[in-house]
T-cell receptor
Framework: GEDVEQSLFLSVREGDSSVINCTYT??????LYWYKQEPGAGLQLLTY?????DMKQDQRLTVLLNKKDKHLSLRIADTQTGDSAIYFC??????????FGTGTSLTVIP | EAGVTQFPSHSVIEKGQTVTLRCDPI?????LYWYRRVMGKEIKFLLH????????ESGMPNNRFLAERTGGTYSTLKVQPAELEDSGVYFC?????????????FGPGTRLTVT
């Protein structure tokens, strides 16, 4: 099956930028997603990017996609303590299953 | 509109027992997915229903797992008999075939602990 890899942990200071990285193996996915999981909660879609795009910006979030290197990143500007959570990247195919990474646990230090 | 709900939120059972997890998708969503996350690992696909039919069950680990979606509404996932390696968080997701970009809406998960 497809492999989606992420670092397990990331710590940043409040106010700094966070960059969470993800690599994947299958280049035929339709969309790539970033989901956020807060403690005790389900997965919440943060943002997505269509596979023919290079970049997408949504307020404090910037998604970069390098299709050649099969690398996806999520940048969170001005990281706040409320951003502490587990972030999952996923690749998806229209109407079919998603392939998720292991999740990156982001800790924001006040 | 209510989101995806799952019951129970947490279940602790002994090895060899049976557990049934339930998922109620968002009303009107024809696609329903089950996923599982073992601690520290990736979230892995188990199976996919379109209405009441199993579209893809390639992720089901073995025949101790049985999923049903009678009537195309809620779904159940039964584990019988449970083994230690079945412990993890079971997520359910739903989506509508008519919407794009085909976001899957996830429930809060059921944490299963097999002792």
């Amino acid at each position: 099956g497809e492999d989606v890899e992420q670092s397990l942990f990331l710590s940043v200071r409040e106010g700094d930028s966070s960059v969470i990285n993800c690599t994947y193996t299958d280049s035929s996915s339709t969309y790539l997603y970033w989901y956020k999981q807060e403690p005790g909660a389900g997965l919440q879609l943060l943002t997505y990017i269509f596979s023919n795009m290079d970049m997408k910006q949504d307020q404090r979030l910037t998604v970069l996609l390098n299709k050649k290197d099969k690398h996806l990143s999520l940048r969170i500007a001005d990281t706040q303590t409320g951003d502490s959570a587990i972030y999952f990247c996923a690749e998806g195919y229209t109407g079919n299953q998603f392939y998720f990474g292991t999740g990156t646990s982001l800790t924001v230090i006040p | 509109e209510a989101g995806v709900t799952q019951f129970p939120s947490h279940s602790v059972i002994e090895k060899g027992q049976t557990v049934t997890l339930r998922c109620d998708p968002i009303s009107g969503h024809d696609n329903l997915y089950w996923y599982r996350r073992v601690m520290g690992k990736e979230i892995k696909f188990l199976l996919h229903f379109v209405k009441e039919s199993k579209q893809d069950e390639s992720g089901m680990p073995n025949n101790r797992f049985l999923a049903e979606r009678t009537g195309g509404t809620y779904s159940t996932l039964k584990v019988q008999p449970a083994e230690l390696e079945d412990s993890g968080v079971y997520f359910c997701a739903s989506t509508s075939s008519n919407q794009g970009p085909y976001e899957q809406y996830f429930g809060p998960g059921t944490r299963l602990t097999v002792t």
